[in-house]
């Protein structure tokens, strides 16, 4: 099935029992909206989805309009998988270069160190 819409169905809440406190979200729950043959079917979800996402979907002959979200599509999760390790290869990246800044960082200080005792 096709996402049509994902909207904020419920939310679950701690706190915020007093003027001005603090309000802790602990669950969130989506109503998405899939597009599957030609009808539109009515699922909950813990994830958002974005709209003209291919999902995996359990429909019951007699579904009334309800759908089970089994995951994405084999395509979708092979392209989230791909986005998931860019990622995580920019951010191990990013911590390589952090690593050569500090030792940089470190010679400097050192180096004007003994320049001061001179």
């Not at 009808?39 to 958002?48: D, F, L």
């Not at 995951?71 to 290869?89: D, F, H, I, S, V």
Request: charged share 35%; with cysteine; proline share 2%.
């Amino acid at each position: 099935g096709i996402v049509k819409a994902c909207v904020l169905s419920s939310m679950g809440s701690t706190g915020g029992s007093h003027a001005n406190s603090t309000v802790r979200v602990n669950s969130v729950t989506y109503l998405v909206i899939i597009v599957v043959d030609g009808k539109e079917y009515n699922a909950y979800s813990s994830g958002c989805y974005c709209k003209g996402d291919k999902l995996t979907v359990a429909v019951k002959r007699n579904g009334r309009g309800v759908a089970k979200i089994i995951g994405p599509t084999p395509e979708k999760a092979a392209q989230w998988r791909a986005e998931r390790e860019k990622r995580q290869k920019f951010i191990a990246e990013l911590d390589e270069k952090k690593r050569e800044f500090e030792e940089w960082k470190a010679s400097r200080e050192e180096s004007e160190g003994k320049d001061e005792e001179k």
